[in-house]
């Protein structure tokens, strides 16, 4: 796990050194361990390395043995191992063990057509010193993250945006993003907050020449609605199955330093950690935490309850009762804002089990991949409707919205993207644009929408959380707060081989009776305790409302009353002081977690210096 950055004078311009090395020293907790940087003409690339495999070599940036092609890598190839013999076999004589020169050989030897080949998660960059290019790729499921911009001339990326605003582009604020910001709490894919700065697309190559002329290639997709195995049974299912789970965690546990996991007590994380169990040669290192004085929302008995099941070295850690003080020191570690507040757990988390291992195995894509919210069974719902006959389908669906619960259900039937987002930010979208100006609003049309559009049914569904609200928050959430650390996450149950098979399968074999996750608990029968098996989810969360209501909160009343927000012309900052009075009136219209978002929005502009 690393962080790297670079630039391509795209007009033939030397690489300005002082800007490459301002965008290396701003990833340095991404990798304390080695750092490197590579100038050739118009390109640079900068590297920092937290050692996790071939500890002594897997140096970066990297050249091929003829100088001609240079890498920097960030993330693991996790079947890197068994690509190595065909290369070898190619020519190709390795000097070391790590994966970074089993991705540099392969791409040596056979170009960007060895992406399809990967099964990892991985942001890397290829200068090739004979054809004045540069090319970028980004793993398929957008787990690591690879951010870039075109300015001045010349092409900037790196693993994070604070990277690239060390390079002095420029700091304008985008009004459709914050909007998007507000209404959903992170921004969508291929938009940042910052205009002109996008995400690489996920699953994708782009090559840069000389000159500034690029092509981007999609090299991966999910499987599609054809490619559904309708006749497999569930026998058959969990055949196939459970030996990729098993897989998939054993490759993810591949390491040279001490391995860990984040054991929450839900069904994701419980049965990473007893797929650890079964492949360790000793007990598994896991890590919960717990929110003291309330109950409602700590799972650590169950998190304890897990490790005494599967004998697990097990540490349970307490969240301090000030902790949302803290948060003006937290949006550094979040580079752009995710306004959820489980952030806060996990950079503690991250923090603590960061001083005893240097990776750890989490449970995030569970819900993505095997259907595990509400809005799953309500898109299942929906299907099911749409196979009836049609004068059965009018009595049938007030019956289904009955039968479910949850704002989804009362959405039924969700005919698609539209329908799904909609249902997604409920009133919340109306909020935002009641508190930021009209021209601001009149800029923040939904185009990241438009991608989405054809998809539909509980796997259309699940394609559009996996490359949205996974990719673009929650596994950012992870990244960043983890690497702030200098801790290494990985996330098994978005191995792709295992989301490809998931994909392939019937919908009825991921919701049943109204219950998500129904093959994943079968997988796991046996493997857990009951309890674990049968518990209905259980987000985690750490409640704000009290501190956000506080009228002693100086960090919401500064934020909501001061420049930062003011400063940008997008707001109204009648309505912005209109909404703290309403919160601390304890009046129930009033939405904290939307204020919440802006607080976080506020702090993120004075640390960045945007406006």
């Known amino acids: 796990m690393c962080g790297i950055a670079g630039i391509l004078e795209t007009g033939g311009r030397p690489c300005p050194r002082k800007k490459l090395l301002a965008m ?29 495999l071939d500890l002594k070599g897997g140096h970066q940036p990297m050249s091929s043995p003829d100088g001609r092609f240079t890498i920097v890598f960030n993330g693991e190839i996790y079947n890197h191992r068994e690509l190595r013999g065909p290369l070898e076999a190619a020519g190709w004589r390795f000097r070391g063990s790590s994966d970074t020169e089993t991705l540099l050989a392969g791409f040596s030897l056979r ?42 001339g010349a092409l900037y990326f790196a693993s994070e945006l604070r990277a690239l605003l060390a390079a002095g582009v420029e700091r304008r604020l985008s009004p459709a993003a914050v909007q998007d910001y507000l209404a959903y709490g992170y921004v969508h894919a291929p938009a940042t907050l910052i205009e002109g700065i996008e995400k690489f697309p996920a699953g994708c190559w782009m090559t840069v020449k000389q000159g500034g002329s690029s092509i981007t290639i999609p090299y991966w997709r999910l499987p599609g609605e054809s490619e559904v195995r309708a006749d497999i049974t569930e026998a058959e299912a969990l055949e ?24 929450s007590g839900g069904l994701d994380s419980s049965l990473v950690t007893a797929l650890m169990g079964r492949a360790a040669a000793g007990p598994v290192r896991s890590y919960s935490i717990g929110f003291d004085g309330v109950e409602s929302v700590d799972e650590t008995r169950y998190a304890e309850s897990v490790s005494r099941f599967l004998g697990t070295r097990h540490e349970t850690l307490r969240l301090p009762a000030g902790i949302l003080d803290d948060i003006g020191a937290l949006v550094n570690c979040m580079d752009e804002p995710v306004a959820d507040a489980a952030i806060l757990p996990t950079w503690y988390l991250a923090e603590r089990a960061g001083k005893s291992v240097k990776v750890v195995l989490t449970g995030e ?98 394609a559009f959380d996996l490359q949205t609200s996974m990719a673009d928050q929650l596994l950012m959430k992870v990244d960043k707060t983890t690497m702030w650390a200098s801790l290494e996450a990985r996330v098994p149950l978005l191995d792709q081989r295992l989301v490809e098979f998931m994909f392939r399968l019937p919908p009825g074999l991921k919701v049943r009776f109204f219950r998500g996750k129904y093959l994943l608990r079968k997988a796991a029968a ?57 919160l601390r009136s304890g009046s129930s219209n009033a939405d904290s977690g ?18």
Request: proline share 6%.
């Open 24 to 52: 290396h020293a701003a990833l340095v907790h991404r990798g304390p361990d080695d750092s490197g940087c590579f100038a050739d003409g118009p390109a640079g690339l900068a590297f920092q390395r937290l050692s996790i």
């Open 111 to 152: 170009g960007t057509d060895f992406f399809r080949d990967l099964n990892g998660m991985f942001a890397c960059a290829v200068w090739d010193a004979k054809a004045l290019s540069l090319t970028l790729a980004r793993d398929p499921l957008g787990i690591k993250p690879l951010y870039f911009c075109r300015s001045g």
């Open 240 to 263: 196939e199955l459970r030996p990729l789970l098993g897989r998939a965690v054993r490759d993810q546990m591949a390491s040279d330093v001490p391995v860990g996991v984040f054991l």
């Open 365 to 462: 894509g569970g819900d993505e991949v095997f259907a595990g919210y509400g809005r799953h069974k309500a898109a299942y719902v929906t299907e099911v409707l749409e196979s009836l006959p049609s004068w059965l389908q009018g009595p049938a669906a007030p019956l289904a919205r009955r039968l479910g619960s949850g704002a989804y259900f009362r959405a039924v039937p969700l005919k698609g993207p539209a329908d799904w987002a909609a249902a997604e930010t409920g009133p919340r979208l109306k909020v935002a644009m009641n508190v930021m100006t009209p021209q601001a609003c009149a800029a923040g049309e939904q185009e990241w929408l438009r991608r989405f559009e054809g998809l539909k049914g509980l796997n259309g569904l699940l």
């Open 526 to 582: 046996g493997l857990l305790p009951k309890e674990i098996l049968t518990r209905r989810k259980h987000g985690f969360v750490l409640r704000c409302n009290n501190w956000m209501r506080s009228a002693s909160n100086d960090i919401c009343r500064e934020a909501l009353e001061g420049p930062m927000l003011r400063d940008t012309g997008l707001f109204r900052q009648e309505e912005l002081l209109k909404g703290l009075k309403a």
């Open 594 to 611: 939307f204020y919440f978002r802006i607080v976080l929005l506020a702090l993120w502009l004075r640390e960045r210096r945007i406006t």
